[in-house]
């Protein structure tokens, strides 16, 4: 790796793309970078190591629980500063990978039946691999979206250009960006010898560069925030939002977010966290997905909260449902938008199936707006209008669920199905995303279904916790590391069969290559599932993340301890 000296103390990777890079890291930039990163990262790592202190209690027996109604939170009387007129209707948000060009346009875009999204939130996150390939042109993207000068081309093998692929300023989507989280580390940047912040490195790169873009259009700087779990990490997310505004001399509020509540201890402080956020929150959004990897994670050493097959956990688990009416009910007494979950399906291939996943998101986007929520989100333009139509209003603010009580049982209580079946696509998951991700990618179409970072996440943590407690399926069978590895045997088979089907007419080469892959990803996946340790997440960097985690051993072991004696 080539690290670039900009500034004095600010090592930058301009090994590739160094135009691009340089582009976006000026010296100026640089300087405000060095100067937050001074003034926050340390408090940053120490809440990071509350974060293991608080696992480790889980994993001894204690479970989450409310802070109580004598919080300030709770019993004061406050709403959230009055959200801006761009933000007031959200009924439909797209989602999808930043780095890729012709995706974001798409995102911003109206779809082939004319119906745009109201929101397009263009990821750094769960849909993104954060290779610096992948950070750069997500920057990239999110500059030009703004400057409304991004453009991309289809062409053909002789060059012709098949397509000419641009925004539509007239008709086009808000623009909102979701950072990396607070665990990220962004290795090709460092900083006095550490590695900058991803999440702060995200939010200070597109706010520098194009808040005042925005301002000037009349539109507001928005931002999505995830994997936060607990209200002091919300305190210094919105300690970041202020330093942002003073340097641009921006009055308060000008920057908006909205906080995904996706993690199970966030789950229990979504009143906490909003009253941290009041000046500069534009709403909550059910993350559900990341939700169900943290309820597994959270309670992985529980034997009496063993999560049942990830296909049967859906809104309907009272956990889930109360989880959800929580946040309208919370949201909307202080003014705040309540986001709904994700819809992960893919257009299929034929009517009849179309015609079945409509069906599922009509019930699914029903429901969220029978509950009160504001509006959703889709991973796939084919399903923006069939969203649209479930929520007839521009948002649901006077929903206020009255009658619903504050404080529900949100834990999961250990029942359901547990199969051969829930296993095996769990596997054929791992394989299929791990497959993805040593290409670049961060989502891939599986099966009918749009997999993240978060799906993956599930099918990894339930596959260990499964294993971990070596449980009995539904069947008879143990979960055991051998059976484990045979279906993973078994399931790559089975896909590289797929592969010779899906590619008829292909020469053996290329079909070969693509089975390596799948072998890989396998053998990677593998490794993963059956771990002695369940790691906290995939990976805490793009890039030589092995090398990250030793670096910072020493370091964050006298974090723990520091945080251990509070």
């Not at 939170?73 to 890729?100: F, K, Y």
């Amino acid at each position: 790796m080539s690290m670039e000296e900009i500034i004095e103390g600010v090592l930058v990777n301009t090994e590739t793309r160094r135009d691009e890079v340089l582009r976006v890291f000026t010296p100026d930039f640089c300087r405000h970078l060095k100067r937050l990163h001074h003034k926050l990262n340390l408090r940053r790592i120490h809440l990071l190591a509350t974060r293991k202190v608080r696992q480790r209690h889980f994993d001894q027996g204690k479970l989450p629980e409310y802070i109580g109604d004598d919080s300030i939170a709770s019993r004061s009387d406050w709403s959230v500063r009055e959200v801006p007129l761009d933000l007031r209707e959200r009924r439909v948000e797209i989602t999808g990978p930043v780095n890729d060009t012709k995706m974001v346009i798409n995102m911003l875009s109206a779809n082939e039946r004319g119906v745009r999204a109201d929101m397009a939130m263009l990821d750094f996150e769960d849909s993104m691999k954060p290779s610096w390939n992948n950070v750069i042109s997500g920057y990239t993207n999110v500059i030009d979206a703004c400057n409304l000068t991004i453009n991309c081309q289809k062409v053909d093998d002789t060059g012709r250009v098949l397509k000419d692929y641009r925004l539509d300023p007239k008709d086009m989507a808000g623009i909102m960006v979701r950072v990396r989280g607070l665990h990220m580390n962004e290795t090709n940047v460092v900083i006095e010898g550490r590695p900058a912040s991803a999440g702060l490195l995200d939010l200070a790169t597109c706010y520098f560069h194009t808040s005042q873009t925005l301002i000037e259009r009349g539109k507001t700087p928005k931002y999505y925030v995830p994997k936060c779990e607990h209200f002091l990490e919300a305190e210094w997310w919105n300690d970041l939002f202020t330093k942002l505004e003073n340097y641009h001399q921006h009055s308060i509020g000008t920057l908006r977010a909205t906080f995904l509540i996706e993690t199970l201890p966030a789950a229990f402080q979504m009143e906490e966290i909003l009253f941290e956020l009041r000046d500069h929150a534009a709403g909550l959004n059910v993350g559900r997905w990341d939700k169900i990897f943290s309820d597994i994670k959270v309670l992985k050493n529980h034997p009496r909260r063993i999560s049942a097959d990830r296909a049967t956990i859906n809104m309907d688990k009272f956990w889930m449902d109360n989880y959800a009416k929580r946040l309208v009910k919370i949201c909307h007494a202080r003014g705040a938008f309540a986001i709904g979950g994700m819809s992960s399906f893919t257009p299929g291939k034929d009517a009849d199936v179309r015609q079945l996943q409509t069906k599922k998101v009509t019930e699914d986007k029903t429901r969220e707006a029978t509950l009160g929520h504001d509006g959703c989100w889709v991973s796939h333009p084919y399903f923006i209008d069939i969203a649209r139509e479930c929520f007839t209003k521009k948002n649901q603010l006077d929903v206020k669920l009255e009658d619903f009580t504050k404080y529900p049982k949100l834990i999961m209580d250990g029942t359901g199905p547990r199969t051969l079946q829930g296993l095996r696509t769990n596997i054929r998951v791992g394989i299929a995303y791990l497959r993805g991700w040593n290409n670049d990618i961060g989502c891939v179409s599986w099966d009918g279904l749009m997999e993240d970072l978060a799906t993956l996440e599930i099918s990894r943590a339930q596959t260990w916790q499964w294993l971990h407690h070596k449980i009995a399926l539904d069947s008879g069978e143990r979960v055991t590391k051998n059976l484990v590895e045979c279906i993973f045997d078994e399931e790559l088979e089975r896909i590289c069969n797929e592969v010779i089907s899906t590619m008829s007419g292909k020469s053996d080469e290329q079909v070969l290559a693509v089975q390596r892959e799948f072998v890989k990803a396998s053998e990677d996946a593998k490794a993963l599932f059956t771990s002695d340790t369940l790691c906290d997440f995939l990976t805490v960097s793009g890039d030589n993340d092995q090398e990250e985690k030793e670096e910072d051993d020493g370091f964050t072991e006298n974090m723990t301890r520091s945080a251990n004696a509070i």
